[in-house]
């Protein structure tokens, strides 16, 4: 398990596959859906309504303030345990989470 979990992507590389997912080919507002959008400091901001957003606006990630690649990590981790219906206090320690998040 521990292997594993070393051999997951960058943080850059999620973000990328996270914006052809949402975007597809071409970065969009997702108010107005209007193609001018620049970039500020890691967020995004439409030239038409001015609205700004991230990649993770709209999303159940949208409040997080881990890292990506923790986000990712633990996630699967969780995944992983549940599958294997391996037992909470166990989940627990691999994953480095509360009883509440598992």
């Known amino acids: 398990m521990i292997a594993l979990l ?11 596959a996270i914006r052809r997912i949402r975007f597809g080919q071409n970065l969009h507002c997702l108010r107005c859906r209007s193609r001018q959008v620049y970039a ?12 700004p957003f991230s ?22 981790a969780l995944l992983w345990c549940w599958c ?11 994953c480095h989470v509360s009883a509440v998040s598992v």
Do not use: M
Not at 6 to 16: D, E, H, T, Y
Not at 40 to 51: K, L, S
Not at 66 to 72: A, D, H, P, Q, S
């Open 6 to 16: 070393n051999q997951f992507p960058s943080a850059a590389q999620i973000r990328k």
């Open 40 to 51: 500020v400091a890691g967020r995004y901001r439409c030239r038409q309504c001015r609205r």
């Open 55 to 76: 990649l993770l606006t709209g999303t159940w990630l949208e409040g997080t303030k881990l890292n990506l690649r923790t986000v990712y990590r633990t996630v699967y």
């Open 84 to 94: 294997h219906r391996v037992p909470v206090l166990q989940t627990q320690a691999l």
